[in-house]
């Protein structure tokens, strides 16, 4: 019983520092995520008001009966250009946390496809140490838990894809059915 109970201790001790780990990293991910967001915006409204300074350098041009000359703008459009890059690693930025998210994301699935399978195993292993069920079928079974995980990036992408609404449900269960 105390041995029990001690393995169960473990387990729920290993799970909770795993979350703990995982939730403080996402945290810390989707912190930067929304501080990128902001400076992302704050940035568009700097390129439009520079935008609204250059229209309106044309119109006082145009009133006065004026030339439009490039040298009178470039001034203006000079902060913008470097905005432009500003924004473009920001973009960049922001691209890489969502990966590494998607990263994070794909490997808690594998880890939790391959803990389901590991307990399935378990169960069929003592199916057949109890003579409920022979060899062959234990071998059959086997494989076909053992396919889950080796087709685990294509069954992925095909819930990804589901969920994006690029096939339809019947597509997905018939796929689904297939790789596993």
Not at 52 to 74: C, F, H, P, W
Not at 116 to 126: G, H, S, W
Not at 148 to 164: G, H, Q, T, W
Request: hydrophobic fraction near 35%; glycine fraction near 2%.
């Amino acid at each position: 019983m105390s041995k029990i109970l001690g393995n169960l201790g473990r387990a729920i001790s290993e799970s909770f520092a795993d979350v703990s780990t995982q939730t403080s990293a996402e945290l810390q991910r989707n912190d930067q995520l929304y501080k990128l967001e902001v400076k992302l915006k704050e940035i568009d409204i700097k390129i439009e008001k520079n935008c609204t300074l250059i229209g309106q350098a044309v119109v006082d041009n145009l009133r006065k009966s004026e030339g439009i000359y490039q040298e009178s703008l470039m001034p203006l459009f000079h902060p913008i250009k470097e905005l432009d890059e500003e924004k473009k690693k920001i973009l960049a930025a922001i691209r890489e946390i969502k990966s590494q998210q998607a990263d994070q994301l794909k490997a808690q699935e594998l880890i939790r496809t391959k803990k389901q399978v590991q307990e399935e195993l378990q169960k069929l292993q003592e199916l057949k140490d109890l003579g409920v069920m022979d060899e062959d079928e234990f071998e059959v079974t086997q494989a076909k838990l053992n396919k889950r995980i080796n087709n685990f990036e294509k069954l992925y992408s095909l819930k990804i894809a589901f969920e994006r609404n690029l096939i339809s449900q019947d597509e997905y269960i018939k796929r689904k059915a297939l790789l596993e």
